[in-house]
């Protein structure tokens, strides 16, 4: 797939556990042959793997259940699950992705209760339904080529779960601290949606939450099944798809934990035509946005700073861009932090054709409403309207949704 990723959105309206997760792969196209025969690899006993298609809320989904007899319930730590994996036939990448999703746990479970990494035992995470609930998403992840994971703003359910602790409150301690980060909803169903095993494996392999990012065309939806029978239908809705290469994107809502720069050039010797060009080439190289603005040097001259917002590991490309391609001799670059709103589409009608509309929201509160120039002005170069006449008919239409 030259110049695109293939990734995968999660629609995590009913929360996300490992077996959903899981479910879904398996709906997408993973055999489930083969993860059995992969899973056949892991010196592990004790335990029927059970895979059936069910119906949650009119929606066909499948169900995940690993059931383990008394053999194979054990409490191990990091060092015995390390042991598993290593010793394995699985791959080397099946490996490395199933122990980072396990240490993630390890080091979240050391910080909730307070002692060093080595004496945490993982109780029911570390049984044998989780072992075989991480091995077969990293399995499929591989298989399937996934390059990454997306997912929607969490619901992770509300009231008080009963765990080896006594009661507390959802979302559990291990779940809250991998949810770090992550925005996420309790809403008003009085049960665990987010699992510590769903919670590891996004809080390691995903890349950002909120909307589908911008450039996704997905071409396949698959559903995972929780245990749950719910007012709502208790699935995980997962997205197989492809993304442009080039497509940067963060987490979608409030700060993100990326590195950003802002480099500058102040430039008052360079033909103005050619700025254009130079904008085009930082965008090629790299740049998230780049801006001009005119300022006065010294001895009263009029000039230009050219600016460049960008990822760190952009940072040598920009620099050559704007050495070989301005009179600049030299730039300056700082860090900063940056905050982005949610942001979603929907398509209104309006009578003489369809308009797409971007709405914006902060922590839960639209701030922008925006139909699309070149939608609107196509509709108006072919009616003879004023282009505003059409943009306010489509925010009008608009405003019903919000």
Same mark, same amino acid.
């Given at each position: 797939?030259?110049? @695109?990723?293939?990734?995968i959105? +999660?629609d995590?309206?009913?929360?996300?556990?490992? =077996?959903?997760?899981?479910?879904?792969?398996?709906?997408?196209?993973?055999?489930?042959?083969?993860?059995?025969?992969?899973?056949?690899?892991?010196p592990?006993?004790?335990?029927?793997?059970?895979?059936?298609?069910?119906?949650?809320?009119?929606? #066909?989904?499948?169900?995940?259940?690993?059931?383990?007899?008394? #053999?194979?319930?054990?409490?191990? =730590?990091?060092?015995?699950?390390?042991?598993?994996?290593?010793?394995?036939?699985?791959?080397?990448a099946?490996?490395?992705?199933?122990?980072?999703?396990?240490?993630?746990?390890?080091?979240?479970?050391?910080?909730?209760?307070?002692?060093?990494?080595?004496?945490?035992?993982?109780?029911?995470?570390?049984?044998?339904? #989780?072992?075989?609930?991480?091995?077969? !998403?990293?399995?499929?992840?591989d298989?399937?080529?996934?390059?990454?994971?997306?997912a #929607?703003?969490?619901?992770?359910?509300?009231?008080?779960?009963?765990?080896?602790?006594? /009661?507390?409150?959802?979302?559990?301690?291990?779940?809250?601290? /991998?949810?770090?980060?992550?925005?996420?909803?309790? %809403?008003?169903?009085?049960?665990?949606?987010v699992?510590?095993?769903?919670?590891?494996? +996004?809080?390691?392999?995903?890349?950002?939450?909120?909307?589908?990012?911008?450039?996704?065309?997905?071409?396949?939806?698959?559903? %995972?099944?929780?245990?749950?029978?719910?007012?709502?239908?208790? !699935? /995980?809705? &997962?997205?197989? %798809?492809?993304?442009?290469?080039?497509?940067?994107?963060?987490?979608?809502?409030?700060?993100?934990?990326?590195?950003?720069?802002?480099?500058?050039?102040?430039?008052?010797?360079? =033909?103005?035509?050619?700025?254009?060009?130079?904008?085009?080439?930082?965008?090629?190289?790299?740049?998230?946005?780049?801006? +001009?603005?005119?300022i006065?040097?010294?001895?009263?001259?009029?000039?230009?700073?050219?600016?460049?917002? &960008?990822?760190?590991?952009?940072?040598?490309?920009?620099?050559?861009?704007?050495?070989?391609?301005?009179?600049?001799?030299?730039?300056?670059f700082?860090?900063?932090?940056?905050?982005?709103?949610?942001?979603?589409?929907?398509?209104?009608? +309006?009578?003489?054709?369809?308009?797409?509309?971007?709405?914006?929201?902060?922590?839960? @509160?639209?701030? =922008?409403?925006?139909?699309?120039?070149?939608?609107?002005?196509?509709?108006?170069?072919?009616?003879?309207?004023?282009?505003?006449?059409?943009?306010?008919?489509?925010l009008?239409?608009?405003?019903?949704?919000?």
């Open positions: 797939m030259d110049g @695109k990723r293939k990734i959105y +999660l995590c309206f009913a929360g996300i556990s490992g =077996n959903m997760l899981l479910g879904a792969l398996i709906d997408i196209g993973a055999p489930e042959e083969l993860l059995r025969a992969e899973l056949a690899k892991l592990v006993t004790g335990y029927e793997l059970s895979i059936t298609r069910v119906d949650k809320g009119g929606i #066909s989904a499948l169900y995940l259940d690993v059931q383990v007899d008394d #053999s194979g319930h054990h409490h191990r =730590n990091l060092a015995d699950i390390v042991g598993i994996i290593d010793h394995s036939a699985l791959t080397p099946v490996k490395e992705t199933s122990k980072r999703i396990f240490t993630r746990l390890a080091e979240v479970e050391a910080r909730v209760h307070g002692v060093p990494i080595d004496e945490i035992h993982f109780h029911e995470v570390g049984a044998v339904d #989780s072992i075989v609930d991480i091995i077969g !998403v990293a399995w499929t992840l298989y399937l080529g996934v390059e990454q994971i997306y #929607s703003r969490l619901h992770v359910g509300s009231g008080f779960v009963k765990c080896c602790h006594g /009661l507390i409150p959802v979302p559990a301690p291990a779940t809250a601290e /991998l949810l770090r980060g992550i925005p996420f909803y309790q %809403g008003d169903i009085a049960k665990e949606l699992t510590p095993t769903g919670a590891a494996v +996004l809080a390691t392999l995903g890349e950002g939450y909120g909307p589908m990012p911008d450039g996704f065309i997905s071409s396949q939806i698959g559903y %995972g099944a929780g245990t749950w029978e719910l007012d709502i239908p208790n !699935v /995980l809705r &997962l997205y197989l %798809g492809e993304m442009p290469a080039d497509a940067i994107q963060g987490q979608i809502e409030g700060q993100e934990d990326k590195a950003y720069l802002v480099v500058e050039a102040n430039i008052d010797d360079q =033909n103005p035509e050619l700025y254009s060009y130079i904008m085009e080439k930082l965008f090629d190289a790299g740049a998230l946005d780049v801006w +001009l603005t005119p006065i040097m010294k001895k009263g001259r009029p000039a230009t700073k050219l600016s460049a917002l &960008l990822m760190e590991d952009c940072q040598a490309k920009i620099a050559e861009v704007i050495l070989e391609e301005t009179t600049s001799i030299g730039m300056r700082y860090p900063v932090t940056r905050a982005v709103a949610n942001r979603e589409f929907i398509v209104v009608g +309006l009578p003489w054709g369809d308009v797409k509309v971007k709405i914006s929201s902060y922590r839960g @509160k639209i701030c =922008n409403v925006a139909p699309e120039y070149e939608d609107c002005r196509k509709i108006a170069e072919e009616l003879g309207l004023p282009l505003k006449v059409i943009q306010h008919l489509a009008k239409e608009a405003m019903s949704f919000c």
